[in-house]
């Protein structure tokens, strides 16, 4: 997210950070009320591009608060897809050794 945490409202941007990541995407009208908040406390009301902030869910986990690329479920999955892939290539592997002795 692009609203920094300063200064003596930091403790408030981070209370509603948390908020923000608890929201899934159906709720989305607290999620801009959240947000609006942010901004609001941030001394960017408007936003950085001076137009209607609207907050935006993952795409993996549809939580807001964070992006695909921060996404806790996104990380957990490639760590067991490269599991299962690791475990497939030492069965070929253990093919292999066995079809040739």
């Known amino acids: 997210m692009g609203y920094r945490l300063k200064g003596p409202v930091r403790k408030e941007l981070l209370a509603l950070r948390v908020r923000l990541g608890q929201l ?30 609207v907050p935006r869910a993952c795409s993996v986990c549809m ?16 760590v067991q897809t490269e599991i299962e892939e690791e475990a497939r290539r030492r069965l070929v592997l253990y093919k292999e050794i066995h079809v040739y002795n």
């Not at 939580?63 to 490639?78: I, L, M, S, W």
């Open 24 to 53: 899934c995407s159906h709720d989305l009208v607290k999620a801009q009320h959240i947000m609006q908040e942010i901004t609001v406390l941030s001394r960017t009301p408007n936003g950085h591009s001076h137009g209607l902030v």
């Open 63 to 78: 939580y807001f608060g964070h992006t695909e690329q921060h996404c806790v479920v996104r990380k957990e999955r490639d």
